[in-house]
């Protein structure tokens, strides 16, 4: 089973303010992606890496940007976080092989206040 | 058409019961295919992978037919415990895994 991590696990945060979601996976992983998902919602992905200094966008626009300068590191970053950020966002990895499962962390739940 | 849909639910099941959902998927040359299951306000969670015809583990059976293109997924005397929500997943056009918006299953006492 794949150890991946993700924190904080709640972020309560104004208007305003630039926040990082962490990411991690100790699997050696090469493939790592970003989801986001309301309550009762499809998933949806804003972000994904095939590796190391390989990012590109997924199918739901975000104003978020990730960066990918470690294998085994994730990071989502928004610059100026607003109430229509408000969601639930998971990140998952992958190996290499061509249609290998994701595997999810636990998720950062994010209100924006 | 979108690259993978599923039976929206919701299932609302007698413990005990049997249950079946369906997805089905627009790309031919998928090769392979996933079922989750995700909790209320949780992460999805692997349940079973399908790479041939199908693919059984105790209780829950997964089915692939190349020739509809479809996948299924069966539940066979139902637990409280599957109730859940369960996610079709299939390799899409861009290289991606593709979610389906998944099906809601209750299983009642």
């Known amino acids: 089973e794949a150890d991946i991590y993700q924190t904080p696990r709640y972020l309560v945060i104004g208007t305003g303010k630039k926040i990082t979601l962490e990411c991690s996976q100790t699997?050696?992983?090469?493939?790592m992606y970003w989801y986001q998902q309301d309550p009762g919602m499809e998933l949806h992905l804003i972000h994904y890496s095939y590796g190391v200094n390989s990012t590109e966008k997924g199918d739901l626009s975000s104003e978020s940007t990730v960066s990918r300068i470690r294998t085994e590191h994730f990071p989502l970053t928004l610059e100026s976080a607003r109430p229509s950020h408000t969601s639930q966002y998971l990140c998952?990895?992958?190996?290499?092989?061509?249609?290998?499962?994701?595997?999810f962390g636990n998720g950062t739940r994010l209100t924006v206040t | 058409r979108k690259e993978v849909e599923q039976d929206p639910g919701p299932f609302n099941v007698p413990e005990g019961a049997t249950v079946a959902f369906n997805c089905t998927y627009s790309n031919s040359a998928s090769q392979s295919f996933f079922w989750y299951r995700q909790d209320c306000r949780k992460e999805p969670k692997l349940l079973m992978s399908v790479y041939s015809s199908g693919n059984e583990d105790g209780r829950f059976t997964a089915q692939l037919n190349r020739a509809s293109q479809y996948i299924s997924l069966l539940i066979r005397d139902s637990k409280l415990s599957d109730s859940a929500t369960y996610l079709c997943?299939?390799?899409?056009?861009?290289?991606?895994?593709?979610f389906g918006s998944g099906t809601q299953l209750t299983v009642l006492p």
């Open positions: 699997m050696g992983h090469d493939k």
């Open positions: 997943v299939v390799p899409g056009s861009a290289r991606q895994l593709t």
């Open positions: 998952a990895s992958s190996a290499q092989v061509n249609d290998s499962p994701l595997h």
